[in-house]
C-alpha cells in the first residue's frame, strides 16, 4: 500500500507542477527552453565547478546523517529529510542565481524557485500529515 499511495503522490505533485508552470510561463511570458531529462543543464563552466562541490557535500552530508540513522538508537529520520530538503533547496538556488545573472533566458530562474517551493511544500505536507504511513 505504501507504494501506491508514494506513487500517486509523486504523480500528483508532477501534474500540480506542470499546471503551475504552465500558468507562470503564460503570465510572465516565460519562453519554454528545451532540455535533455537526465542531464545537469549547468550554465557555464564556473556553475559546473560550484555544482562538483554541491554535490559531493551532499554525498558526505547524506551518508553522515545515514550513518547516525542507522547506528544511533534515536529517531534521526526527520533530520536526516531535514538534511535531504536543505540540500536539494541549496541546489535549485544556486541553479536559480546561474539562471537569473548567467543564462540567456533569465526568467526560468522564477520557474526554478517555484518548481523548488513546489517541492519543498509537498514533501513537508505529506510528511506532516502522514500521508504516507507512520
Not at 97 to 110: G, I, L, M, R
Request: glycine content about 2%; charged content about 20%.
Amino acid at each position: 500500500m505504501f507504494w501506491i499511495k508514494f506513487c500517486l503522490i509523486v504523480f500528483i505533485v508532477f501534474i500540480l507542477n506542470s499546471c503551475v508552470k504552465f500558468l507562470i510561463r503564460k503570465v510572465f511570458h516565460i519562453k519554454k527552453v528545451k532540455r535533455k531529462v537526465f542531464s545537469y543543464n549547468l550554465i557555464n563552466e564556473r556553475h559546473r565547478k560550484i555544482d562538483k562541490w554541491i554535490r559531493l557535500i551532499s554525498a558526505i552530508t547524506l551518508i553522515s546523517l545515514s550513518w547516525f540513522m542507522i547506528y544511533d538508537n534515536k529517531h534521526y529520520i526527520f533530520r536526516y529529510l531535514i538534511g535531504v530538503v536543505m540540500l536539494a533547496v541549496l541546489d535549485y538556488l544556486v541553479r536559480a542565481y546561474f539562471e537569473w545573472k548567467h543564462s540567456e533566458y533569465p526568467k526560468q530562474a522564477v520557474l526554478t524557485v517555484v518548481e523548488m517551493v513546489m517541492i519543498v511544500t509537498a514533501i513537508f505536507t505529506v510528511f506532516q500529515l502522514g500521508w504516507l504511513g507512520s
